[in-house]
């Protein structure tokens, strides 16, 4: 399997593709560093592990809007999941709820990215203090 280097806000990293795949994955990985660059320069310097989790949240939160308006460009109403398995839900109930109700399952998720980021930053200490 071919192995690329990529620098994403100035660390190096190696990682996997597929063959054939090692184009695309350099793409992938440019666009994730755009907004790690962005992010960094709004909030400041953060640990590794927290940086690619808002990074990660933020190009999901891409892919999200952009099948929400494929779905309503294409006129269909968001189904509940069960007649497509890959549809994705903030909750993975499938209910299409209201406002207030997609804010809570929003607020939730952010509580849950919160601690698993402090769960994250906790880790890396422990690494760092052990390497010292």
Do not use: W
Request: proline content about 3%.
């Amino acid at each position: 399997m071919p192995q690329i280097d990529i620098r994403i806000q100035g660390r190096p990293y190696s990682v996997e593709c597929k063959e054939g795949d090692e184009r695309r994955a350099h793409f992938l990985l440019a666009h994730i560093n755009r907004h790690a660059v962005r992010l960094v320069a709004q909030l400041g310097n953060m640990p590794d592990a927290q940086l690619l989790l808002m990074t990660g949240m933020i190009v999901a939160d891409e892919l999200l809007e952009a099948q929400e308006k494929l779905q309503r460009l294409n006129g269909k109403k968001q189904s509940n999941g069960a007649d497509d398995p890959d549809q994705m839900r903030l909750d993975g109930n499938g209910d299409d709820g209201s406002e207030s109700e997609i804010a809570e399952r929003i607020r939730a998720t952010s509580q849950r990215l919160e601690t698993l980021s402090n769960l994250l930053e906790q880790e890396e200490a422990r690494d760092d203090e052990r390497a010292d």
